[in-house]
């Protein structure tokens, strides 16, 4: 089974403090992608990368950078962690496109304080 | 903006009933439309995809059907169980594989 590992389950942080997020899958899939998760607003995209050193803005990408060195890693930066950006953070990946869905991780529960 | 809306938030069936939800979307050029299942302190975990050559997809007790020209698809679970409860997501993307846009969930309680 694909295996999509997310670094911390819980993480908490100091407002202003940088942050990051790492995820890593195993099966050799080419697109990754950073959601977040709040109640009532469902899941949003803040960055995408379909090959290494390819990042794409998502829907909310204010705030956050990417970095993508090597093709099983995936990492989300807060480059100044706010407290709006407390959420529960998914990270995904798909093996190339046309064919197959997402493998999700189970999540990084972030809470800035 | 590309929008997935999805309904209803809440949905409580019993065992044995028939659960929808429903999606509707804007974009003309989404292609792939799965739907995703997520139990509390889990990922989403993909439960079934159609795209819009067909009108219905069936896997087992879990039905997608698929309006074109309304741009509405939505989900049926036949014969709901407690083990169906969980939180639903509807998507659209222009590829499988490609970003996708959700909906904003559908939590599903199923009593026994």
């Known amino acids: 089974d694909v295996k999509v590992t997310q670094s911390s389950r819980y993480l908490v942080k100091r407002t202003g403090e940088k942050v990051f997020l790492e995820c890593v899958q195993d099966m050799d899939h080419e697109n990754m992608f950073w959601y977040r998760q709040d109640p009532g607003l469902g899941l949003r995209l803040i960055y995408f990368?379909?090959?290494?050193?390819?990042?794409e803005k998502g829907d909310i990408p204010e705030g956050y950078s990417v970095s993508r060195e090597k093709k099983e890693r995936f990492s989300l930066i807060l480059e100044s962690a706010s407290t709006n950006q407390t959420s529960m953070y998914l990270c995904?990946?798909?093996?190339?496109?046309?064919?197959?869905?997402?493998?999700f991780g189970s999540g990084t529960r972030l809470t800035v304080v | 903006q590309q929008q997935v809306k999805q309904s209803p938030q809440s949905l409580i069936v019993q065992k044995g009933g028939i659960s929808i939800i429903n999606c509707a979307y804007e974009?003309?050029?989404?292609?792939?439309f799965p739907w995703y299942q997520q139990f509390p302190g889990k990922g989403p975990a993909l439960l079934i995809a159609?795209?819009?050559?067909?009108s219905e997809k069936k896997e087992g007790r879990f039905t997608i059907s698929f309006n074109k020209s309304a741009k509405q698809f939505s989900l049926h679970i036949m014969d709901s169980q407690p083990g169906d409860s969980a939180t639903y997501f509807c998507?659209?993307?222009?590829?499988?594989?490609?970003?996708?846009?959700f909906g904003k969930g559908t939590t599903l309680s199923v009593s026994s």
């Open positions: 998507a659209a993307s222009i590829q499988a594989g490609t970003a996708l846009i």
């Open positions: 995904a990946s798909a093996k190339g496109t046309g064919v197959y869905g997402y493998t």
């Open positions: 974009n003309t050029a989404f292609d792939y």
């Open positions: 159609i795209r819009p050559d067909v």
């Open positions: 990368s379909y090959d290494v050193k390819m990042k």
